[in-house]
């Protein structure tokens, strides 16, 4: 069961900025541990798009950039293009007895 | 390069059993926390165990705690799932996933299917 709420679509036009919220509890990002953002193509596993709340793994362009704030983090994706068509997910630890838990997930549409 | 490879999915009827593999290499697997998360066809995301490094420590979601297990062999750079007493809901894309520690999961596998059907 996800705990973190995300939109579950949005959507932009090439080259436009959207971005993408994850709100959690005091049990997970408001008890101050890091929030992290995957990619997920059609047909293929998901892959690590920021890390650390803010962080981009090498190759992640500088695109995608990660924020966040007392219960809640967001994501973001400037100069949206089509190749960023995917569904995207942010992770955060929890003090609950499941340690680890997803978001809902968010499917991008380039319009 | 890190790569982490899963095997053992397949059919299997409610109230049986499967075991999952992930074989990886690139990294030094004593090293790190290792996890699976499943993905129910079209839905999301779902973390489902966790084990440290040396194997001591294993954690489990509430969803399959008492019949899930996983272990690990690090002379082997292997990863294990045993799913017993399967369930319908259990039916999935399981995934591995190279952990790091609070950080989240920066490395995944392709991923292997679970289906629980009659």
């Known amino acids: 069961q996800s705990v973190l709420t995300q939109p579950p679509s949005v959507s932009g036009a090439p080259g436009q900025r959207v971005t993408i919220s994850c709100t959690g509890t005091?049990?997970?990002?408001?008890?101050?541990?890091?929030v992290h953002w995957y990619q997920q193509l059609p047909g293929t596993a998901p892959k690590l798009l920021i890390y650390?709340?803010?962080n981009r793994p090498a190759g992640v362009p500088d695109r995608f950039s990660g924020s966040k704030s007392d219960t809640s983090a967001s994501l973001a994706i400037s100069g949206l293009q089509a190749e960023d068509e995917a569904d995207y997910y942010c992770?955060?630890?929890?003090?609950?007895?499941?340690?680890?838990?997803f978001g809902t997930g968010s499917k991008v549409t380039v319009l | 390069e890190v790569q982490l490879l899963e095997s053992g999915g397949g059919l299997v009827q409610p109230g049986g059993s499967l075991r999952l593999s992930c074989a990886v290499s690139?990294?030094?697997?004593?090293?790190?926390?290792m996890s699976w998360v499943r993905q129910p066809p079209g839905e999301g995301l779902e973390w489902v165990s966790a084990?440290?490094?040396?194997?001591?420590?294993?954690f489990y979601a509430d969803s399959v705690k008492g019949r899930f297990t996983i272990s690990r062999d690090n002379s082997k750079n292997t990863m294990y799932l045993q799913m017993k007493s399967l369930r319908a809901e259990d039916t999935a894309v399981y995934y591995c996933?190279?952990?790091?520690?609070?950080?989240?999961?920066?490395?995944w596998g392709q991923g292997t299917l679970v289906t629980v059907s009659s």
């Open positions: 992770s955060s630890y929890t003090i609950t007895s499941t340690p680890y838990v």
């Open positions: 005091s049990s997970n990002i408001g008890a101050r541990y890091d």
């Open positions: 690139g990294f030094t697997f004593t090293n790190f926390i």
């Open positions: 996933a190279k952990t790091i520690g609070a950080a989240g999961f920066d490395y």
């Open positions: 650390g709340n803010i």
């Open positions: 084990i440290s490094g040396s194997g001591g420590s294993t």
